[in-house]
């Protein structure tokens, strides 16, 4: 049965090192620090002995005293077990068979103890109590197998084998105390064998681990602990059938290397690779789900664009330029009007000083108050500009709308009263700028633009998640969405993306059924970058107003608003957001209307924090529309700055980007 346990053990453990010999890990991942080279050394542990089975009480009848003689009996056995604590020694080799697998050797001294006792009555007041110290040294023999690398760049290593104990030498001693009504009484130590008869080559299974531990450049220093399963009995004489006694060791290994460890072999470098792990957007509820297919169709739109009550400046200049400011508007010509202009918020906060200006013309009863701010920078140095500036947007408003001069006051302050971030390049440039305020709302509110027949994509927000593998750097990367040939956006990055958020704008997409490509390309790495890409397309089915009146199909109003009136880093709804959402939004939420809130934010600060912020922006408006018109369905989430909604390059994009969408979808027939 031995023969059977033990070569089965032999086979299953040859094939478990073949296995992990083909299930390397990678030399990468664990280093010469972590594996041990060829070695000897010596090793010690402290061993608990766990001792169970039958043993014959009385092995003889021969006793110093007659008197026990007479209660010796074949029936009465030791069955309790025992822990007992010996140490162990001896020398040790081990010997890598590769970085993983290593072979070890060790030949050293064990003791086996045990110490049992057992109780004999002999009279109503009388018993017997005997007690056995029992002891086997063995020479050790134990090959095992190592595997190291098991754990990444942990130290650790497992071990198992086989132990086999040839006995130099065995030893007993048994003693019988005399109790009577519990007292002690004598003594008597037993003349039978001093020996334990029969004792065998013992064998046992090893399992175990240790961690390892690099002292010097050629000696280890390996805490291990182990555990001794016996699979054979201590002896095979009948008195002492079945015995078998298990072993905790936890000791130490110090060795020496008598060969370099093997040097590790060049990792292979694996070739980075760009996909596309879904495509995605937001359903009602404000659930992320999969996109499959983009829908467009034809509806009445009404977009809000709201006016940033702001004009930006360039460093240390008292006058605008073209990219900040649209300043070459004739009105007496007849060349300007608010309902041209296109439906692109930047485009329309480009104009703000011509909406401005031709709102102050229509209300005679309007004033204003133009208040001149610096960055509070390098800007503080330079005399008067924030009067220059006040005085510049003054002068353009009077010269070119013929508005009153003393409809417009002036003020100034070395830096805005709610300034952006001072401690950012962003910031800081946001800060160079005049503010308007007028005891007219009228005259900064947002300007609606509503035209017929526009396509709007359902829906309208689609999230990228690209994935680069085995790529430890990304330097930059872009997205480019075509249809038709025809390039519609493109995003550029640096760092490695998370999700790339395109928000469709009306008319983006083409009358034709064509599918939406996007194409995907990295940099990765610095020193051997490679350039990967990535490809795509979804989908797309066009509904125009003469299919959906020959399929019967409900059109539908789509109203968009946008709060810009969001301070920064604020999520909360003051006077003007609240008059807002009461005066222009709540009246086109119907029973039947889906609204759709998304939140938005600036590229200033961190994306954990603006994910947060954007989507309390999302929450607070939701919770105040849903308390007023509770019939409808509500979503609402953030994209933080994920979603470049407007460009971030220019102040104008970056206060834009402050924002709530509120989109209100609803059928009609």
Same mark, same amino acid.
């Given at each position: 049965m031995i023969?059977?346990?033990?070569? @089965?053990?032999?086979i299953?453990y040859?094939?478990?090192s073949l296995?992990?010999?083909?299930t390397?890990?990678p030399?990468?991942?664990f280093?010469d620090?972590?594996v041990?080279?060829t070695?000897?050394?010596l090793?010690?542990?402290g061993a608990?002995?766990?001792?169970n089975?039958e043993?014959?009480?009385?092995?003889?009848?021969?006793?110093?005293?007659?008197f026990?003689?007479?209660?010796?009996?074949?029936? %009465? /056995?030791?069955?309790?077990?025992?822990t007992?604590?010996?140490?162990?020694?001896?020398?040790l080799v081990g010997?890598?068979l590769?970085?993983? #697998?290593h072979?070890?050797?060790?030949?050293?001294?064990?003791?086996?103890?045990?110490s049992?006792?057992?109780?004999?009555r002999?009279?109503?007041?009388?018993?017997?109590?005997?007690s056995?110290?029992?002891?086997?040294?063995?020479?050790d023999? @134990?090959?095992?197998?190592?595997?190291?690398?098991?754990? &990444?760049?942990l130290?650790?290593?497992?071990?198992?084998g086989l132990?086999?104990?040839?006995?130099?030498s065995?030893?007993?001693?048994?003693?019988t105390d005399?109790?009577v009504?519990?007292?002690?009484q004598?003594q +008597? $130590?037993?003349?039978?064998p001093a020996?334990i008869?029969?004792v065998?080559?013992?064998?046992?299974?090893?399992?175990g681990?240790?961690?390892?531990?690099?002292?010097?450049e050629s000696?280890?220093?390996q805490?291990e602990?182990?555990?001794?399963? =016996?699979l054979?009995?201590?002896s095979?004489?009948?008195?002492y059938?079945?015995w078998?006694?298990?072993?905790?060791?936890?000791?130490v290994n110090?060795?020496?290397?008598?060969?370099?460890?093997a040097p590790a072999p060049p990792?292979?470098?694996m070739?980075p690779?760009?996909?596309?792990?879904?495509?995605?957007?937001f359903?009602?509820?404000g659930?992320?789900?999969e996109?499959?297919s983009?829908?467009i169709e034809?509806?009445?739109?009404?977009? /809000?664009f709201?006016?940033?009550?702001?004009?930006?400046y360039p460093?240390?200049?008292?006058?605008?330029?073209?990219?900040?400011?649209?300043v070459?508007?004739?009105?007496?010509s007849g060349d300007f009007?608010?309902?041209?202009?296109?439906?692109?918020?930047?485009a329309?906060n480009?104009?703000?000083l011509?909406?401005?200006g031709?709102?102050?013309?229509?209300?005679?009863?309007?004033? %204003?108050?133009i208040? &001149?701010?610096?960055d509070?920078?390098? +800007?503080?140095?330079?005399?008067d500009?924030?009067?220059?500036r006040?005085?510049?947007?003054?002068? !353009?408003l009077?010269?070119?709308f013929t508005i009153?001069?003393q409809? #417009?006051?002036?003020?100034?302050?070395?830096?805005?009263?709610?300034?952006?971030?001072?401690g950012?390049t962003?910031?800081v440039?946001e800060n160079?700028?005049v503010e308007?305020?007028?005891?007219v709302?009228d005259?900064l509110?947002? %300007?609606?633009?509503t035209?017929?027949n526009?396509?709007?994509a359902?829906?309208?927000?689609?999230?990228?998640?690209?994935?680069?593998?085995?790529?430890?750097t990304i330097?930059e990367w872009?997205?480019?969405v075509?249809?038709?040939?025809?390039?519609l956006?493109?995003?550029h990055?640096?760092?490695?993306p998370?999700r790339?958020?395109w928000?469709?704008?009306p008319?983006?997409?083409?009358?034709a059924?064509?599918?939406?490509?996007?194409e995907?390309?990295?940099?990765?790495? #610095?020193e051997n970058?490679?350039?990967?890409?990535a @490809?795509?397309?979804?989908?797309?089915? !066009?509904?125009?107003?003469?299919?959906k009146?020959?399929?019967?199909? =409900?059109?539908?109003?789509i109203?968009k608003?946008?709060?810009?009136l969001?301070?920064?880093d604020k999520?909360?709804l003051n006077d003007?957001?609240?008059?807002v959402?009461e005066? /222009?939004?709540l009246?086109s939420i119907?029973?039947?209307s889906?609204?759709?809130?998304?939140g938005?934010?600036?590229?200033?600060g961190t994306a954990?924090?603006?994910?947060?912020?954007?989507?309390?922006?999302?929450?607070t408006?939701?919770e105040?529309?849903s308390?007023?018109a509770?019939d409808a369905k509500y @979503?609402?989430s953030?994209?933080?700055e994920t979603?470049e909604?407007?460009?971030?390059?220019? =102040?104008i994009?970056?206060?834009?980007s402050?924002t709530?969408?509120i $989109?209100?979808?609803?059928?009609r027939?």
């Open positions: 023969r059977f346990i033990l070569t @089965s053990l032999i299953c040859a094939q478990f296995e992990a010999a083909e390397v890990t030399a990468a991942e280093a620090s972590v041990p080279p070695r000897i050394g090793y010690g542990a608990f002995n766990f001792s089975g043993i014959k009480v009385w092995q003889t009848s021969a006793t110093s005293s007659p026990l003689s007479k209660y010796a009996t074949d029936s %009465l /056995m030791y069955t309790d077990g025992s007992t604590i010996t140490f162990v020694g001896g020398g010997i890598p590769n970085r993983m #697998i072979f070890t050797g060790r030949l050293g001294v064990n003791w086996l103890t045990s049992n006792e057992a109780q004999q002999i009279t109503s007041d009388s018993v017997l109590n005997h056995l110290s029992s002891s086997a040294v063995y020479l023999l @134990s090959p095992g197998i190592e595997f190291h690398g098991l754990f &990444g760049a130290p650790i290593y497992l071990l198992g132990e086999f104990g040839i006995p130099l065995t030893s007993r001693k048994q003693t005399l109790l009504n519990n007292v002690y004598a +008597e $130590v037993t003349t039978g020996k008869s029969d065998d080559v013992r064998a046992a299974f090893i399992i681990g240790g961690y390892s531990l690099r002292l010097t000696v280890w220093l805490p602990l182990t555990y001794r399963l =016996p054979t009995q201590v095979s004489n009948a008195a059938s079945p078998m006694v298990g072993q905790l060791r936890l000791g110090l060795t020496f290397s008598i060969s370099e460890a990792p292979e470098r070739k690779s760009a996909r596309f792990n879904r495509l995605t957007t359903d009602k509820d659930r992320e789900i996109v499959s983009l829908d034809d509806v009445a739109y009404t977009e /809000m709201p006016i940033v009550p702001y004009v930006f460093q240390g200049s008292g006058t605008t330029t073209a990219d900040l400011q649209s070459d508007v004739h009105p007496e009007s608010p309902q041209t202009l296109p439906l692109d918020a930047v329309v480009r104009n703000t011509n909406i401005i031709t709102r102050m013309r229509a209300t005679q009863h309007a004033t %204003l108050t208040t &001149g701010t610096t509070g920078k390098e +800007e503080s140095a330079i005399p500009l924030p009067q220059k006040a005085q510049w947007a003054k002068d !353009y009077v010269n070119n009153e001069p409809r #417009i006051s002036i003020r100034t302050t070395p830096t805005p009263d709610r300034p952006s971030a001072a950012d962003d910031g440039a160079r700028r308007f305020f007028s005891n709302p005259i509110q947002p %300007l609606t633009i035209a017929e526009q396509r709007i359902t829906p309208n927000l689609v999230m990228f998640h690209p994935v680069v593998d085995n790529a430890d330097t872009t997205l480019t075509m249809q038709a040939g025809k390039s956006r493109d995003f990055g640096k760092g490695r998370s790339i958020t928000s469709i704008k008319n983006e997409l083409s009358t059924q064509v599918p939406v490509d996007y995907f390309a990295a940099v990765a790495g #610095i970058a490679d350039t990967v890409q @490809s795509g397309s979804v989908p797309v089915d !066009y509904f125009s107003s003469v299919r009146r020959t399929e019967n199909l =409900p059109d539908r109003t109203d608003y946008s709060l810009i969001f301070d920064f999520a909360t003007d957001n609240s008059r959402l005066q /222009m939004v009246p119907k029973v039947n889906k609204v759709t809130i998304v938005y934010t600036d590229r200033i954990e924090h603006n994910l947060r912020l954007s989507t309390d922006r999302a929450n408006v939701k105040f529309l308390s007023r509770r @979503s609402a953030g994209v933080g979603s909604i407007f460009t971030n390059a220019s =102040p994009g970056r206060q834009l402050r709530v969408q $989109v209100v979808e609803t059928e027939r």
